[in-house]
C-alpha cells in the first residue's frame, strides 16, 4: 500500500513493521484527524503535507476501508512494473533539480543554538511497562536484523540486475568498470534508489541526560544536533540526529536515511535503524544511528595530536588514512557521493589502537550524480570551505569522485603530513585541476603499496 511523493518524483517506501498502527497513529497523528477522512482530503490537496504525513493518512485510511485490524503496515514497492512512474536511471539522467545550496549563508532563521524538542521535554518512561519495554525492544532487534539480511541477501543479488523487487539497489546501473560520473557536468538531481526504512516506536529510544539534567547533545551542525540515546531495555547505545527545522526538509532527511540504508553492511558507516517520529507532528523526525566511537570525530582526533594528548605511530597514521581510503572506495562502488567530507564527518574508535572509521552526516551525499553548490560569497568562504575541491567551491561543477578524492586528499594531509609518503599523496589528491588527481583505484593502490611497506 503507499507511496508518498516527491516534488522530483523520486519515490519512496517506508516500512514501519515494528509497531503497533493504532499506537503509532496514536503517537503521531492528531485522533481527530485520522478519523476524519474527509480532512485528509483537505490536507492532501489543499496544503501538500509532507511525505510521511502523506503516507500515514494513506495507511489510515486504506485500512479503515478494509476494516483491517492488522498491526501490520505493510507497504509495496512503489516502483513495482505496474509503477505508471517510471523511475529514472541514476546514470543517465538529465533531470535539472536543484538541491539547496550548501554554500548559501545559513538563514537567520535556523536556530544558531541547540533545540530541544518539547516530546523530550515530556519524555517518560513510566508510559511502558518493564515487560512491555523488553517486548518492544526485542522485537526492534529481531526486525533490525531480519531488515539487515534482507539487505544483504538483496544487494548480492541485484549485482546481476537491475531490481524491481522490495528493494531498488542501483547495483545493476553501478557494476565493476561502468563509467562512474565523473567531471560530468550536471546540476543536482537526487535518484536515491527506494530503500525501506523503518519508523521505529518513540518507546524504545531512551535519551540519555547530563547530569545537570539537560539532555547529552553529542554534537550540532548546520542540519540538526544529534542527542545521545540508547535503547530502552539492552542499553544499546545510539545517536539520534535531529533536524532544525524538519519539517521543511524531510526529502533531505528522507535521502540521508535512504543513503544510509544503502550503505548499511559495507562497515564503513554507523548501523543505521530508521528514523524516529516526533509525536504529534509526522513532519518532525529524527535519523536513529549507532552510537560509534564514543563521538569522536576525526577533527577532535587531529587536534588531540597537533596538541601532543594522543600520538600515532608511523604505521598506526598510515593505517588510518589507509581506512579511510578504502571506505571512500566503498562508498563510491556503491553510486554514492559524499559531497560533504570533511574531518568532523569522519568517526574514529580510538578506544584501541586499531583505528577504525565511520563516516558520517550523508545530508548532502547523492546517488549517480553530483550536486552543484552555490557560490559563497562570505568572506573567508575559501578557508572555511577548503575541504571542498575548488571547481566545486566556484559553483561551476557538480560535484564528483574527483572532488570527493580532493576532500580525502585534505583529510589525509591533515593526519599525516609528518610522513613524506602520505605528505605527496595528499598534495596528489588536492590538485587544482580535477584531471590530474589520482583515480580512486590509483588512490588505492599507492595506499595499498604504502601499508605492505610498513608489514
Ligand atoms: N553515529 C554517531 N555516533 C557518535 N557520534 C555521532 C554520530 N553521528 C553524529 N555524531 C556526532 O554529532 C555531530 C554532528 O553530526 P552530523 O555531522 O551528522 O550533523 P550535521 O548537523 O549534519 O553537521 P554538519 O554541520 O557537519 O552538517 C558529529 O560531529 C559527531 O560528533
Redesign the pocket.
Known amino acids: 500500500m503507499k507511496l508518498f511523493t516527491i516534488s522530483h518524483s523520486n519515490f519512496i517506501k517506508v516500512n514501519s513493521r515494528n509497531i503497533d498502527l493504532k499506537n503509532f497513529l496514536a503517537y503521531i497523528w492528531k485522533p481527530e484527524a485520522y478519523y476524519k477522512n474527509q480532512l485528509f482530503k483537505e490536507v492532501w490537496t489543499k496544503k501538500r503535507p509532507g511525505l510521511l504525513r502523506q503516507y500515514i493518512a494513506e495507511v489510515a485510511l486504506t485500512q479503515a476501508h478494509q476494516g483491517q485490524k492488522t498491526s501490520v503496515i505493510e507497504v509495496t514497492p512503489a516502483m513495482t512494473t505496474t509503477s505508471p512512474v517510471q523511475m529514472t536511471p541514476a546514470m543517465t539522467t538529465t533531470s535539472l533539480v536543484q538541491m539547496t545550496p550548501a554554500m548559501t549563508p545559513v538563514s537567520p532563521s535556523l536556530s544558531p543554538s541547540i533545540l530541544v524538542p518539547h516530546w523530550l521535554e515530556d519524555q517518560t518512561l513510566q508510559t511502558v511497562s518493564p515487560a512491555a519495554s523488553e517486548h518492544l525492544n526485542r522485537n526492534f532487534q529481531s526486525i533490525w536484523s531480519i531488515e539487515s539480511s534482507r539487505l544483504s541477501t538483496e544487494s548480492s543479488a541485484s549485482s546481476e540486475s537491475t531490481s524491481s523487487g522490495s528493494l531498488s539497489l542501483p547495483f545493476g546501473v553501478v557494476r565493476p568498470g561502468s563509467p562512474y560520473p565523473d567531471y560530468q557536468i550536471r546540476k543536482c538531481s537526487i535518484h536515491t534508489p527506494h530503500i525501506s526504512f523503518l519508523i521505529l516506536d518513540p518507546r524504545i529510544v531512551t535519551f540519555t541526560k547530563e547530569p545537570s539534567g539537560m539532555f547529552k547533545v ?9 542527542y545521545h540515546a540508547s535503547l530502552l531495555s539492552s542499553g544499546y547505545q545510539l ?1 539520534v ?1 535531529l533536524y532544525h527545522q524538519a519539517e521543511l526538509v524531510p526529502h533531505t532527511i528522507v535521502n540521508e536515511g535512504m543513503i544510509m540504508a544503502l550503505l548499511q553492511n559495507t562497515g564503513v558507516v ?1 548501523k543505521f535503524f530508521g528514523v524516529l517520529p516526533e509525536p504529534g507532528d509526522i513532519q518532525k523526525f529524527t535519523l536513529v ?5 564514543d ?1 569522536m ?1 576525526l577533527y577532535k582526533l587531529i587536534g588531540m595530536m597537533n596538541k601532543h594528548q594522543i600520538t600515532l605511530n608511523e604505521k598506526e597514521t598510515i593505517t588510518l588514512c589507509y581506512r579511510l581510503v578504502h571506505a571512500l572506495k566503498v562508498i563510491h562502488s556503491r553510486g554514492v557521493l559524499v559531497n ?1 567530507l570533511k574531518n ?2 569522519v ?1 574514529v574508535d580510538v578506544s584501541n589502537r586499531e583505528f577504525n572509521i565511520r563516516y ?2 550523508f ?1 548532502l551525499a547523492t546517488f549517480g550524480v553530483g550536486m552543484t553548490y552555490e557560490k559563497s560569497y562570505e568572506p573567508n568562504s575559501d578557508i572555511k570551505y577548503s575541504f571542498l575541491a575548488p571547481e566545486v567551491r566556484q559553483g561551476d561543477n557538480p560535484t564528483s569522485v574527483a572532488a570527493d578524492i580532493y576532500s580525502l586528499g585534505i583529510l589525509i594531509g591533515e593526519i599525516g603530513w609528518r610522513i613524506d609518503e602520505l605528505e605527496d599523496i595528499g598534495e596528489r589528491c588536492t590538485d587544482q585541476v580535477a584531471l590530474a588527481r589520482p583515480s580512486m583505484d590509483e588512490l588505492v593502490m599507492m595506499m595499498d603499496g604504502l601499508i605492505n611497506l610498513i608489514n
Open positions: 553529542l554534537g550540532s551542525g548546520v542540519s540538526g544536533s544529534v545517536a540526529k554507523p544511528q549507532e552510537f560509534f566511537g563521538g570525530t560533504d568532523d564527518n568517526l558520517i552526516d545530508g
